[in-house]
């Protein structure tokens, strides 16, 4: 795999390197600097500020008429000074980008807010992002009393307005302030980058727009957060009637039909052994389910308690900051819903009281 560094102080050097050191120095490659996986494929490393994830991996595919950008990042100066370092750096300007989105989270998608310039061509797999704005209206009627429950007593954050309850949170659950046009891509549809011709893949689950991007002449996968390497992406429901968690699976399932030698995600390193990753996160979903199952089964019904009760990364899960028991709660539920669907749990909805039993 080639893997070539550019800065504003040196001219390209080409290096060979194995997958172990290619991963490494993209990696360690500062935020803004353009490293060069394949020919005119370029990652940028863009900061993720006051936020656990630490960076989000944009995409730059150069061609003759265009630049394309895959993913931007934050509404945030940092996010938009790392992308405009790219370009320069790789001798482009604004004029002429195209941006692709592979789903709507705010990491991925809250830059246009600074970055949009009329015009500017932005496809993914949306009709709108008013279709973004109105399911977090909705969901907002659930989580809204759920964190009430769950907020200790110290923590504020939750206020309400025009009767909504509005959460104070980190820049990852912010909507976009302005709304572009979006050029919509479904399953099956190509997209042309310059030597690239990718084939869309919609993976719905973590993201109901989520979408990757395979080149089959490369074998290559562009999954945005549908497969990461270390991290397991976070699948949420906030309705009782929406099975997220069976459609995260299912569009798993997808990934094993396709030839990859490389995947390359939004965040994290690229990697090699799609497949085998498939399989990890799919047995760590049916653990999950089963312990969510040993919780209710146990006597720990409504939302809340079980949450609190379930093995996370980190302790103490009462202390935790409002946003990251959103997350928490959010996941909960849509192993719940799950369990539901599948017949093995029954579901009692009374107000804002969601309570879990066995059948």
Known sequence: MEC?????????????????????TCLAAPFGVPVELFPNLYIVRVPLPHNPLKAINSYFILAEDKTVIIDVGFNHPACEEALDQALSTLGRSWEGVEIVLTHSHPDHTGNLDRIYRDGMPVFANLHSFQEVENLQDMEAHVFGPLLLQAAAPHQSGITFKKGKPRLHVSAELLPLKNQPTVAYLREGDEYRAGD?????????????WHICLYEPARKIMIVGD???????????????????????????????SFDV????????????????????????HEERLSEIYGLVASGHHDIVDISSHAKWRYGNWREWELDQKYF????????????????????????????????
Not at 10 to 20: I, N, T
Not at 350 to 359: H, S, V
């Open 328 to 359: 928490s709660l959010g996941e909960t539920m849509a192993h719940l819903i799950y369990l539901v669907c599948e017949g093995k749990l029954k579901q009692t909805i009374c107000g804002d009281d969601y309570r879990f039993e066995l059948p």
């Open 226 to 256: 549908h497969v990461l390497e270390r991290i397991t992406p976070s699948v949420a429901s906030w309705f009782p009637a929406y099975n997220a968690l069976e459609e995260f699976l299912a569009s798993l399932g997808k990934m094993l």
């Open 261 to 284: 030698d490389y995947v390359l995600p939004a965040h994290g390193a690229f990697f090699q052994d799609l497949q085998g990753r498939v399989m990890q996160l799919i047995e760590h």
């Open 4 to 24: 070539n560094q550019t800065n504003n102080t040196q001219p390209h050097e080409s290096f060979a390197l194995d997958a172990f050191s290619a991963k490494q």
């Open 196 to 208: 690239y011709l990718f084939r869309i893949v919609e993976t719905p689950g973590h993201d109901p």
